[in-house]
């Protein structure tokens, strides 16, 4: 079992930034695919962004390419959502989640894609 912790949520105003991190328990931290989704109140869960294994390959909603950012630190189990240029839509709690089955690239943007998933932290952006 893997656990998940987010942090680096908070009120901003729009235009501003945030850093979103996720720190993982086990040791195979760097042997997962790690994913951020986002749930606004009354709405589903959304897909945000993906980063496989080695780092190299990330995927992202169309409402957050070129002002998100996902990265990893596989030397510290944790993973990173840079958010800049917030919009009053971005407002949220945003999810980490992890993958621990045999890894694919189909399917990263569905919840059932994951096996793990953190609490979630509040990202609110004000206009």
């Known amino acids: 079992q893997v656990q998940l912790v987010e942090s680096g949520g908070g009120l901003v105003q729009a235009g501003g930034s945030l850093r979103l991190s996720c720190a993982a328990s086990?040791?195979?931290?760097?042997?997962?695919?790690m994913g951020w989704f986002r749930q606004a109140p009354g709405k589903e869960r959304e897909f945000v962004a993906v980063?496989?294994?080695?780092?190299?390959?990330?995927y992202y909603r169309d409402s957050v390419k070129g002002r998100f950012t996902i990265s990893r630190d596989n030397a510290k189990n944790t993973v990173y959502l840079q958010m800049n240029a917030l919009k009053p839509e971005d407002t949220a709690v945003y999810y980490c989640?992890?993958?621990?089955?045999?890894?694919?690239?189909?399917?990263?943007?569905?919840?059932?894609?994951?096996?793990?998933w953190g609490q979630g932290t509040q990202v609110t952006a004000s206009s």
């Open positions: 989640a992890v993958r621990t089955r045999i890894d694919t690239h189909w399917g990263y943007s569905a919840a059932t894609f994951y096996d793990y």
């Open positions: 086990g040791r195979t931290f760097s042997s997962y695919t």
């Open positions: 980063i496989w294994r080695s780092g190299g390959l990330t």
